[in-house]
């Protein structure tokens, strides 16, 4: 059956994905609840409404790029909703980045309605959302991922189905995690090299180059941790050690080490364990241990 589609959320990533989808030759109505989102639709869409159930008259390809699962299941299944006015057995594919248990329940309830659900948040800016250079990353049932490959591939360059229903959502969500939580260590390293006098531009020019800028995943947990080998290039203890003279640094400087501290409790923790002569990445393994899930 040919792929008709309706896009719901044409905003700041939801506008250019929908124009590199139409580019690539797909038939696609959008919706939004701002007619001014919808202007620059009117003349390349099939159709432009601020109505999910009118937008969604015959189409068979639902994708909802919305800010949160609330709005998603009213825009689905509301007064105004588009599942009830979408073809039968129609593929709902929601691009959203929301709640992992709300999407598993609207999932849930599409199937009951005979429809079928993909989950396939995306990652990367606004910047490569209009270059049509994002990262998919994709939950579902095989045969369904393979019918949104020519979509996905409108949209991005990086598509990975991650695994079963909800697992795109997940993988979004856990990849957010770290990059939130750099986010904040990187601020507070930065912020800690300012409180002794160093040149905090200097700094970021010098920890780029470095395993503290360059980040673990792309220098040590890999040749470590990752490929079974715990053999201490830089064992526990001695993170221990640096972290505890890094921490008496910022002290003495009125600044305050927030991750430094929860960084030497945990290594602390796992040295307590018998793991102070592994190395530093083995600190993962002891994360998933029961010990320090109960500590």
Same mark, same amino acid.
């Given at each position: ?43 390349? &869409?099939? #159709? ?33 909703? &588009? ?23 609207? &999932? ?14 995306? %990652? ?76 905090? %531009?200097?700094? &970021? ?9 360059? %980040? ?26 640096? #972290? ?7 002290? %003495? ?43």
């Amino acid at each position: 059956m040919t792929q008709k589609i309706l896009i719901v959320g044409i905003g700041v990533m939801g506008a250019p994905m929908a124009k590199n989808i139409i580019n690539a030759g797909f038939d696609v109505a959008v919706c939004d609840e701002s007619s001014d989102a919808l202007v620059d639709f009117q003349d390349i &869409a099939t #159709l432009a409404s601020t109505s999910p159930s009118k937008a969604a008259l015959n189409r068979n390809v639902i994708i909802t790029v919305l800010p949160n699962s609330d709005i998603v299941e009213n825009v689905l299944f509301g007064e105004e909703g &588009a599942l009830a006015s979408a073809v039968p057995n129609s593929l709902v594919v929601d691009m959203s980045t929301g709640s992992y248990d709300k999407t598993m329940k609207i &999932a849930k309830k599409i199937e009951k309605l005979g429809h079928k659900f993909v989950d396939a948040p995306v %990652g990367r800016t606004p910047r490569e959302a209009l270059t049509g250079q994002l990262l998919v990353m994709v939950g579902g049932k095989e045969q369904h991922v393979k019918e949104l490959n020519g979509i996905f591939n409108a949209v991005g360059n990086t598509i990975i189905h991650v695994g079963e229903t909800g697992c795109g959502l997940k993988a979004k969500l856990v990849n957010n995690y770290m990059a939130m939580i750099n986010n904040v260590v990187t601020g507070e390293t930065l912020s800690l090299a300012n409180s002794v006098g160093l040149d905090v %531009g200097l700094m &970021a020019d010098l920890m780029s180059t470095t395993a503290a800028g360059l %980040g673990q995943l792309n220098t040590n947990y890999p040749k470590k941790v990752l490929s079974g080998d715990l053999k201490p290039d830089f064992p526990i203890f001695m993170a221990i050690k640096d #972290l505890t003279m890094a921490i008496e640094l910022a002290e %003495g400087h009125d600044a305050v080490p927030k991750f430094g501290r929860l960084a030497r409790k945990t290594f602390e923790g796992a040295k307590e364990r018998g793991m102070g002569s592994l190395d530093q990445t083995a600190i993962m393994k002891y994360l998933m241990s029961d010990d320090a899930k109960n500590s």
